[in-house]
């Protein structure tokens, strides 16, 4: 059976001021209330390239996601961040943050960076034989298990990363693996 559910996502924003805060008090406040949210809540997502967007350094975020696991941990929902891989590699890799998040939530966005990439991707394509190579490591992970899914679906969102070419066409066949 596929991977399904709700996965939420805390954005920071992009203002430098402390928003988020009230943004995470109130949606684990709806989780904790919703008695149906432990059954269909996947993961939480603490923030959207958080450190890439220097929103928080590496041990602020580390102890922000330690702390959301704590508040969650009674509805047994996973914690992670969503990050480039830039993003870790410009903070040293801040394995702190790596060693605190429940699963990695990584993609290959470079278009955020002129030297966010060093992967020789040629198109989405490969990006996804790559996870599909790979979907043995990630199911032995602590934790286990693959999500998938379309970052920018379409090259209309941001040209030569869809999975659609801007006239709607499928520009290969994108058939992710859910067994290994």
């Known amino acids: 059976?596929?991977?399904?559910?709700?996965?939420?996502?805390?954005?920071?924003?992009f203002n430098g001021d402390d928003v988020w805060i009230s943004r995470r008090d109130s949606l684990f406040a709806s989780l904790h209330a919703n008695p149906k949210a432990k059954f269909v809540t996947r993961v939480v997502q603490f923030g959207?390239?958080?450190?890439?967007?220097?929103?928080?350094?590496p041990d602020q975020l580390t102890e922000q996601v330690i702390l959301a696991k704590a508040n969650l941990s009674s509805l047994n929902i996973p914690v992670t961040v969503s990050e480039l891989a830039y993003g870790y590699q410009e903070r040293g890799g801040a394995q702190d943050v790596l060693d605190a998040i429940d699963s990695i939530n990584i993609h290959m966005l470079?278009?955020?960076?002129?030297?966010?990439?060093?992967?020789?991707?040629?198109d989405p394509q490969d990006y996804y034989v790559l996870l599909d190579e790979h979907c043995t490591d990630f199911k032995n992970t602590v934790g286990g298990g693959v999500g998938w899914f379309a970052h920018i679906y379409s090259d209309y969102m941001e040209?030569?990363?869809?999975?659609?070419n801007t006239s709607g066409q499928m520009k290969f066949a994108f058939g992710p693996r859910t067994h290994c």
């Open 159 to 164: 040209p030569g990363y869809g999975i659609y």
């Open 1 to 13: 059976m596929p991977w399904s559910g709700i996965s939420y996502s805390k954005q920071f924003g």
């Open 48 to 57: 959207s390239e958080p450190l890439y967007d220097n929103v928080l350094p």
């Open 110 to 122: 470079p278009f955020f960076d002129q030297t966010a990439s060093t992967a020789e991707l040629i």
